[in-house]
């Protein structure tokens, strides 16, 4: 079975522009969440999608979206980057949350 | 608001000796609590979850809700246990949380 997969591996983007992150997850979950882990602030939640809604939603300004497509994959949208969005993003998919995530390798993203 | 905390940012322990990781967590309601690894150069993967009842790798962890906590065990510790390891909270319509992370070495 192949695990969670995040595109791209790394990216490197200028202030204030936007940024697009993408995650396949494992086949059949149906949920897929996504996590931003920084050495200061630990893994914090963004927002979670179960069957193309947004179930679950951190404490993120509305510059963080994301959305979720007919076949789970999901992707995430970071507007108008600030230096602190530089950050490892996780991707986790499950079949239910109560199962557990399943995470991909991360999109390690710099913002300068 | 819920809270996990790993009170340890850092245990270093002799192969051969017992491991206890500790988790404290704050939460009104039923939880579900995991523990997650993530060994060098390594994804984070999930190592228990407390429905399960099961011992992964020689690992246990038990929830009491009583002292609020979910302790990870291990009664003799292997060098590849060395890794970081996550306490995580999740259940209802609160935003799952993880703690700090606790980094586990094991020296030979």
């Known amino acids: 079975k192949a695990g969670v997969t995040q595109t791209p591996r790394y990216l490197i983007k200028t202030r204030g522009q936007q940024v697009t992150l993408s995650c396949s997850p494992i086949?059949?979950?149906?949920?897929v969440s996504w996590y931003q882990q920084t050495p200061g602030q630990g893994l914090q939640f963004l927002f979670e999608?179960?069957?193309?809604?947004?179930?679950n939603k951190g404490n993120f300004p509305g510059r963080f979206s994301g959305r979720q497509f007919s076949n789970s994959r999901s992707e995430m949208n970071v507007s108008t980057l600030e230096l602190g969005d530089s950050a490892l993003y996780l991707c986790?998919?499950?079949?239910?949350?109560?199962?557990?995530?399943?995470f991909g390798s991360g999109t390690r993203l710099t913002v300068v | 608001a819920q809270r996990v905390t790993q009170p340890e940012k850092l245990l270093s322990v002799f192969k051969g000796a017992p491991v206890e990781l500790k988790c404290n967590y704050s939460y009104s309601g039923s939880p579900e609590l995991f523990w997650y690894v993530q060994y060098s150069r390594q994804r984070l993967q999930l190592l228990l979850r407390h429905i399960s009842r099961e011992s992964i790798k020689g690992f246990t962890a038990d929830l009491n809700k009583g002292e609020t906590s979910f302790h990870l065990k291990k009664p003799f510790a292997q060098e590849e246990d060395s890794a970081m390891y996550y306490c995580?909270?999740?259940?209802?319509?609160?935003?799952?949380?993880f703690g700090r992370g606790t980094s586990l070495i094991v020296h030979p």
């Open positions: 995580a909270l999740s259940g209802g319509s609160y935003i799952p949380t």
């Open positions: 986790a998919s499950s079949p239910e949350s109560l199962y557990g995530y399943t």
């Open positions: 086949s059949g979950h149906r949920s």
């Open positions: 999608y179960f069957s193309e809604t947004q179930r």
